[in-house]
């Protein structure tokens, strides 16, 4: 444990420096104001990206703000995720009950769109007053003829990994029925949200290689699309926070195996390429794989070159939602010859925290399940000169005057493949090198 940082005794197990033995995968500490994300707004993270799919809120309208306007998911055919939609409950609500509001809800939805699918989350309030959200569920379903699938999502069920689940369930229930056992060549992307277009950087890739991608969960996706999931032959997960428990589900029940791969960092981007090809890909395909991780790479080499004295030496803090990521922008940073001085994860596993502290030095910090405190104490200790985070992690490091990387909802260019080494790279050069770090530190004495 770092000194001299004021830390609540029940965190201190899950705080290291060598990451060995952290306790993780277990609920936040009361009081300990976690960066952690509500379970509804982790079920609403992964289904949101369907392009054609209704979101229907019902609870308190503030839930309902979470849509798709802080997250940058792109799309190539319908708008229709863009809307969002909320029962907006209300005191009266409360003591009365929320079920008319919420047929209404449905009713209206189905007479102005058509939808294909309604995922309805039922949110705290809810979760407390016990509507029978199911019941008209399955009413609507009969009456109107469409999917219409229920999240049980109140936030103080559990954190955003619980959500991730029930997103997880809630996609089996809309593609299991349809399967009919038919089986084609061809991957599913999961855990990739087409943030900044990244899904269709990747899915280039393998159309180059000559490999289909039957389904993207859930970046720039349909119904229609997801529906033909099953039918794959493998499937490559990106986000193993989000998805491993879909895989995992999709393994028992259509019997498609799946591998971790992180389309972060050009060893990783390479490693991820050459893992799928050399699980379904021919011989021909393995050498178009082969091909294409080499011209990307001498390209990608060649255009990060120039921003690689500029960094050299700097000090970086990760913060992210998954440890499967930070291992990822860890290397990345190992790669372009900056030291990670602090890392952690909303929601890492075990042993992922024993490969970030195999590729750490000993006295980097490692933690789970963090809180604003700890991290602006960790970096001022460490003195970070860029912070990889997303959202909510923003504000601090400006507070700070120390740089800011999003790499979460918010970016704006591609971070994944092997164009987003390049851009991860000049933006990380961008920003740790701006003057205007120091005024900030100067105007607030930080890190001073
Ligand atoms: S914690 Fe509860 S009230 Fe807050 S956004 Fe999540 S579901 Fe809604």
């Known amino acids: 444990m770092p000194k001299n940082i004021d830390i609540l005794e029940e965190r201190r197990s899950s705080i290291s420096q060598g990451g060995r033995n952290l306790d993780c995968e277990k609920g936040s500490v009361a009081g300990a104001v976690s960066q952690r994300a509500c379970v509804y707004s982790g079920a609403r993270v992964v289904?949101?990206?369907?392009?054609?799919?209704?979101?229907?809120?019902?609870?308190?309208?503030?839930?309902?703000?979470?849509?798709?306007?802080?997250?940058?998911?792109?799309?190539?055919?319908?708008?229709?995720?863009?809307?969002?939609?909320?029962?907006?409950l209300l005191e009266r609500d409360v003591v009365f009950g929320g079920v008319d509001k919420l047929k209404a809800g449905i009713k209206e939805i189905v007479k102005v769109y058509n939808p294909p699918v309604i995922f309805i989350?039922?949110?705290?309030?809810?979760?407390?007053?016990?509507?029978?959200?199911?019941?008209?569920?399955?009413?609507?379903e009969k009456e109107y003829g469409i999917r219409v699938i229920v999240l049980k999502a109140p936030g103080f069920a559990g954190n955003k990994s619980l959500g991730y689940r029930l997103a997880g369930e809630a996609l089996m229930e809309l593609i299991a029925p349809k399967f009919n056992g038919q089986k084609v060549k061809g991957l599913n992307i999961l855990g990739d949200y087409n943030l900044a277009g990244e899904m269709w950087i990747v899915k280039n890739y393998f159309q180059e290689i000559g490999l289909d991608v039957i389904a993207s969960f859930t970046g720039d996706s349909t119904c229609a699309d997801l529906m033909k999931a099953p039918t794959a032959s493998l499937n490559v997960v990106q986000c193993a926070g989000s998805m491993t428990y879909l895989a995992m589900k999709m393994e028992s029940e259509f019997g498609i195996p799946w591998i971790k791969a992180s389309f972060f960092g050009l060893e990783d981007t390479a490693k991820a390429l050459r893992d799928t090809t050399d699980l379904i890909g021919t011989e021909e395909e393995r050498k178009r794989a082969e091909a294409?991780?080499?011209?990307?790479?001498?390209?990608?080499?060649?255009?990060?070159?120039?921003?690689?004295?500029?960094?050299?030496?700097?000090?970086?803090?990760?913060?992210?939602?998954g440890g499967f990521k930070a291992i990822s922008l860890i290397r990345q940073f190992n790669a372009l010859g900056l030291?990670?001085?602090?890392?952690?994860?909303?929601?890492?596993?075990?042993?992922?925290y024993?490969?970030?502290?195999?590729?750490?030095?000993?006295?980097?910090?490692i933690l789970d399940d963090a809180n604003p405190s700890e991290l602006e104490a960790f970096m001022r200790?460490?003195?970070?000169?860029?912070?990889?985070?997303?959202?909510?992690?923003?504000?601090?490091?400006?507070?700070?005057?120390?740089?800011f990387c999003d790499h979460n909802h918010e970016r704006q260019a591609p971070l994944a493949g092997f164009l987003g080494v390049t851009n991860f790279t000049k933006e990380i050069n961008l920003t740790i090198n701006s003057p205007v770090w120091a005024h900030v530190?100067?105007?607030?004495?930080?890190?001073?």
């Open 292 to 321: 294409l991780i080499k011209r990307e790479s001498q390209k990608t080499l060649a255009a990060i070159k120039p921003y690689l004295p500029g960094l050299k030496g700097k000090k970086a803090a990760i913060y992210v939602g």
């Open 381 to 403: 200790e460490k003195g970070a000169d860029i912070l990889v985070g997303g959202v909510k992690e923003r504000p601090l490091a400006f507070k700070l005057g120390v740089a």
């Open 121 to 140: 989350y039922a949110t705290c309030v809810v979760g407390v007053i016990g509507d029978d959200v199911e019941a008209v569920a399955r009413a609507a």
């Open 441 to 448: 530190r100067n105007a607030v004495g930080a890190l001073n």
């Open 354 to 365: 024993e490969v970030m502290a195999s590729l750490v030095s000993s006295d980097t910090v």
């Open 339 to 352: 030291d990670t001085v602090m890392v952690g994860a909303q929601n890492g596993r075990k042993e992922e």
């Open 47 to 88: 289904l949101n990206p369907i392009t054609d799919a209704f979101h229907l809120v019902h609870g308190p309208i503030g839930c309902a703000s979470y849509t798709w306007d802080i997250r940058g998911s792109l799309t190539a055919g319908s708008e229709l995720y863009r809307q969002s939609f909320s029962t907006d």
